[in-house]
């Protein structure tokens, strides 16, 4: 089975300051890991993928995320937040042992907030 | 650019109703996804697709059905709107899962359904 959680349902920052949006997860395999950003009344749009390789993934508009094995974890980040960055942000998880196409599972979202 | 687009943004049913939602992409991705989105439970997968005529059941089934006469076309049919399927519906499609990568997802702008 393959689960991901985000133990944090809404994230506010400073405009400038750094962000960080948690991620952890739990497969019974290694995993592939997904960001994606929902806008107000519009679909989701992908961020940014670890497939395998460097823990640190870079992705659209400035963001990043780092894989941690160790800590089963997988952070979204970006330096310098803007108050365009305020949106709902959802993690995903797939196990690689998983033989079906459908297996993506989500977290529940955390919604960011950027103060002016 | 990706582009997968749903029949209608906003939809309003009365209880009993057959509703029908249509998704269409032009990528010719073998992979589409319908699922629903509820504040706090994040997406969960109603259905999915890997090719025409073929679907299989996600974590909630039960309400719905789905149609793919063409590679393009991914329909979700609920056969007996009820209330407690008020909600978001997003449709997603993607490649093929390969042996040693996942490609993302790409979703449509969603529909969001109120069942009176």
């Known amino acids: 089975a393959q689960s991901v959680a985000q133990p944090e349902d809404q994230v506010n920052v400073a405009e400038g300051n750094p962000l960080t949006v948690k991620c952890t997860y739990s497969v019974s395999g290694n995993p592939y890991l997904f960001w994606y950003v929902q806008y107000p009344n519009r679909g989701l749009q992908f961020l940014l993928k670890?497939?395998?390789?460097?823990?640190l993934v870079k992705g659209s508009y400035g963001f990043e995320a780092e894989f941690n094995k160790s800590q089963t974890s997988f952070h979204l980040k970006k330096p310098s937040a803007l108050v365009s960055d305020s949106a709902l942000y959802f993690c995903a998880v797939r196990d690689k042992l998983s033989g079906s196409a459908r297996q993506l599972t989500f977290g529940s979202g955390t919604q960011l907030t950027v103060l002016p | 650019d990706v582009k997968v687009t749903q029949s209608s943004r906003y939809l309003v049913k009365r209880t009993g109703e057959k509703v029908f939602l249509e998704c269409v992409q032009d990528?010719?991705?073998?992979?589409m996804f319908w699922y629903r989105q509820d504040p706090g439970l994040g997406l969960r997968l109603i259905y999915f697709?890997?090719?025409?005529?073929?679907?299989e059941k996600g974590d909630i089934p039960e309400g719905y059905s789905v149609s793919r006469e063409k590679k393009e076309r991914f329909s979700l049919i609920l056969e007996s709107a009820s209330t407690n399927q008020t909600s978001m519906y997003l449709c997603?499609?993607?490649?093929?899962?390969?042996?040693?990568?996942?490609?993302?997802?790409?979703f449509g702008p969603g529909t969001r359904l109120t069942v009176l």
């Open positions: 990528m010719d991705h073998e992979n």
């Open positions: 670890y497939i395998t390789g460097d823990n």
């Open positions: 697709s890997y090719d025409v005529k073929m679907k």
């Open positions: 997603a499609s993607s490649f093929l899962v390969g042996l040693s990568s996942y490609n993302e997802q790409f």
